[in-house]
């Protein structure tokens, strides 16, 4: 198994940064690939940032040239920092992480509440 623990959502006004970390744990797991998804209340699960182990990244469109994902291999720990914030960013964050022991696996964070306030 593989754990997430996710840290650093909050509530920050329109205009502001959050930054957010999510550790993985799990000594038996090759952690691959590490992201960020988000989910506002009534709609469905999207992307907000991925990244492979070997630092490739990946982003949703609405959130390009203002979140910066990042990631620590050695702590097994991803980061997302997040500027200019806007009232459409306010949703539950979650940390997914595919790992492999043979086969790979996709794990999942308890979700962090990033609320921006306009």
């Known amino acids: 198994q593989v754990q997430l623990v996710e840290s650093g959502g909050g509530l920050v006004q329109a205009g502001g940064s959050l930054r957010l970390s999510c550790a993985a744990s799990g000594s038996s797991f090759s952690i691959n690939d590490m992201g960020w998804y988000r989910q506002a209340p009534g709609k469905q699960r999207e992307l907000v940032a991925s990244?492979?182990?070997?630092?490739?990244?990946n982003y949703g469109d609405s959130v390009k040239g203002r979140f910066t994902i990042s990631r620590d291999n050695a702590k097994n720990t991803i980061y997302l920092q997040m500027n200019s914030l806007k009232s459409e960013d306010t949703a539950v964050y979650y940390c997914?992480?595919?790992?492999?022991?043979?086969?790979?696996?996709?794990?999942w964070g308890q979700g962090t509440q990033v609320t921006v306030s306009s």
């Open positions: 997914n992480a595919i790992a492999r022991r043979g086969a790979s696996f996709s794990f």
């Open positions: 990244i492979s182990s070997r630092g490739a990244t």
